[in-house]
């Protein structure tokens, strides 16, 4: 049986694209670029990177960028758009949780929930970031941007939810249990071809202390957690119960060197 992740992105690229949310690229692109000092040399991997958007607007500031996603038709418009501009990037259909690099990348970037915090099980999320882990090489970075535990804390995730609803787009109900920092969220949408699709979501928040300990025990050190703003990331703005997602910036360790904490 298809996962929710799987229908809701089946034949949707094009109204993706559309999405509020998907147009920030630009200035998260200008963030990474600075987070990883304008080195062009470097390569980045893109996990979860749907239509492609910033594997394209990276590799169009000159990075070497492989972009992997579940979906063939997020794959599809990735490629399209990637051919149109006369760039040559390589899309691979892969699974974040059965990722085969190691020690490969400079940097790996998930953004948006690129994989992580959309799996059915927290042991899924986990081995996403493990995945990430170990395609990075030695110092290498991890940027990524996932669900803000403590925004539902301190909000009606519902009201919030019904707000940001989008065109085509009606939710019919939503529950936040907080035993598991899980969202169940009824949607009907409107695909690309114009049919609708029911949708029940399951998405985790995780709070930044769960963040932080998850890629400790993966070996990461400088883990930096901010607000993700929308097109505008950056390390001043500290994370609030004000903020949907949260930016994290973490560097893989390297284990030849001595480590003397945290
Ligand atoms: C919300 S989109 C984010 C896409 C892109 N990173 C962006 O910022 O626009 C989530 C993407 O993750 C992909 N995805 C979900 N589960 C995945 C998995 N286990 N492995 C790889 N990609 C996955 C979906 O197909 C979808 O394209």
Redesign the pocket.
């Known amino acids: 049986m298809k996962?929710w992740?799987?229908t809701?992105?089946e034949n949707y690229?094009k109204k993706?694209d559309e999405e509020v949310?998907?147009q920030g690229?630009a200035g998260?692109c200008d963030f990474i670029e600075a987070e990883l000092g304008r080195d062009k040399s470097l390569t980045i991997l893109?996990?979860?990177?749907?239509?492609?958007?910033?594997t394209i607007e990276l590799a169009k500031r000159g990075y070497t960028v492989v972009g992997?996603?579940?979906?063939d038709s997020?794959?599809a418009r990735a490629r399209e758009k990637a051919e149109r501009q006369g760039l040559h990037i390589d899309f691979k259909k892969?699974?974040?949780?059965e990722l085969p690099f190691e020690n490969e990348f400079d940097a790996a970037?998930?953004?948006?929930?690129?994989?992580f915090s959309?799996?059915e099980t927290d042991e899924?999320n986990f081995e996403?970031l493990k995945n990430a882990a170990n395609a990075l090489k030695d110092n290498g970075k991890l940027i990524f941007?996932t669900l803000n535990g403590l925004f539902p804390l301190h909000h009606s995730v519902q009201k919030f939810c019904a707000a940001s609803s989008l065109e085509g787009e009606s939710f019919s109900g939503h529950s936040f249990d907080l035993m598991t920092f899980r969202e169940y969220g009824a949607a009907t949408i409107t695909d690309d071809f114009g049919n609708q699709k029911e949708i029940i979501s399951n998405e985790r928040y995780y709070v930044p202390s769960e963040i932080t300990w998850l890629l400790k025990t993966l070996g990461f050190k400088k883990i930096c957690i901010y607000g993700a703003r929308l097109g505008a990331f950056s390390r001043e703005r500290p994370l609030s119960a004000e903020d949907f997602e949260m930016l994290v910036i973490a560097e893989k360790q390297d284990r030849a060197a001595p480590f003397y904490g945290f």
């Open positions: 996962q992740y799987e809701l992105f690229a993706y949310y998907t690229t998260e893109d996990i979860g990177c749907g239509t492609g958007r910033h992997i996603d579940l979906s997020q794959l892969l699974d974040a949780r970037i998930m953004l948006c929930e690129g994989g959309l799996m899924m996403i941007t």
